[in-house]
């Protein structure tokens, strides 16, 4: 009778047939935050915002520059700006009467190696 079920067999060694797809399960306060971190970027303008800074020349996004990629009004901008900066993804800073953007680097890494294996891991038999 064949093992299809993938069910361990007495006496043969099991063996792993891919490697898990994250490191360790995180815990509630981890998820909490990563909740939280992923709802602010659960929205297209959002995303795009954060795309558009991280991609701007410098790393810094005037946002003279960003509400000229979207047909929606200023405030609707600040307000997404706003919803990224609480969530800790993105910083500003004024200057004169424009505020400057930019990416978070250490905030994107969590989220990152939320579904990345251990590196030591991979190509290991």
Sequence with gaps: MSNQAGLPVPGQEQRVCCAPL???PIGEGE???AAHVLKALADPVRLRLLSLIGA???GEACVCDLTVAFDLT???I???LKVLREAGLITSQ???TWIYYRVVPAALAPLA???TPELATIGAS
């Design 113 to 115: 190696g939320l579904f």
């Design 74 to 76: 200023g405030p609707t």
């Design 78 to 80: 600040s307000h997404h």
């Design 94 to 96: 004024r200057r004169g």
């Design 31 to 33: 998820a909490a935050e």
């Design 56 to 58: 701007h020349e410098g």
């Design 22 to 24: 994250t490191r360790a």
